[in-house]
């Protein structure tokens, strides 16, 4: 009997130790890698939704690479691109088109888009560009500075008067006192340097990030007047957008970062 009671004792506190450890056991030890599971959730205020820009053809590479670079940050963020010449964007937002953020490549598109009322604020200049004398890969045509611009046998290629490239183009052919002879008058800077590109022109003037775009398709012909045409280019959330958060989440990384150093690596000066 003293032996039957002695086992029955060991046996209960064999059952009460072995309870005890269960209890810190389910205190201390979750299932295997629960805690590796977490995943960061995006905070509450951050931006959302998808933010409709506007902007001026020199900057697709750079605002595309820009776009992708915030989808790793904010998943719940989609930016929708417009690229073309400027001047056309802004006549489309004064005629009502929806968008959230306008960036132009020179002021004066900029400031008529703040006449017209459709610039929510104060445009804040992001980046500066400046114009190259662009020709095919190879020079074929033999040019070697803007007078050639002039020459009637050669095919020349420069952006409309109304765009920014164009406007640029005037005051650099002015500073240097030479009259293009142009046989193509292109809607936007991207178009003439894919005819250099391309080898249909055998010269333009493009900006200096689009002939670097361009690789080894295009070479650039030195210019010293060039360093004295700068267009500064702004950038603004617009008055009625559908999504001002996101709008100025946008405008905010094109100004900062990675935007600055995104820009910078694609050739635009510092603003």
Not at 23 to 28: E, K, M, T, V
Request: aromatic letters at 2%.
């Amino acid at each position: 009997m003293r032996r039957a009671r002695l086992a029955l004792a060991v046996a209960a506190a064999a059952l009460l130790t072995i309870a005890c450890g269960g209890d810190d056991g389910d205190d201390s030890a979750a299932p295997s890698g629960e805690a590796t599971q977490e995943t960061t959730e995006p905070a509450d205020d951050a931006p959302a939704g998808t933010v409709t820009v506007l902007a001026a053809a020199s900057l697709t590479e750079s605002f595309e690479t820009l776009a992708d670079q915030l989808g790793d940050e904010y998943p719940d963020l989609e930016i929708v691109y417009s690229f073309g010449p400027s001047s056309g964007l802004v006549e489309q937002l004064l005629s009502g088109a929806p968008a959230d953020v306008l960036a132009t490549a020179d002021t004066n598109t900029m400031d008529d888009a703040v006449a017209g009322g459709v610039v929510d604020g104060e445009p804040r200049i992001f980046a500066r560009n400046t114009l190259a004398l662009a020709v095919p890969a190879g020079n074929p045509g033999n040019v070697t500075g803007l007078a050639d611009l002039a020459n009637e046998e050669l095919r020349v290629a420069i952006c409309e008067p109304q765009v920014p490239c164009g406007g640029a183009a005037q005051r650099l052919l002015d500073a240097a006192g030479v009259v293009a002879a142009p046989d193509t008058l292109t809607t936007d800077v991207k178009e003439a340097a894919s005819l250099i590109a391309l080898g249909e022109a055998d010269a333009a003037l493009i900006y200096l990030t689009d002939a670097a775009a361009e690789g080894d398709a295009v070479e650039v012909v030195p210019v010293p007047e060039s360093d004295d045409v700068v267009n500064d280019y702004p950038v603004a959330v617009l008055t009625d957008a559908p999504n001002p958060e996101g709008a100025q989440a946008v405008v905010d990384a094109i100004t900062g970062e990675p935007g600055q150093t995104i820009l910078g690596e694609a050739g635009f000066l510092e603003p």
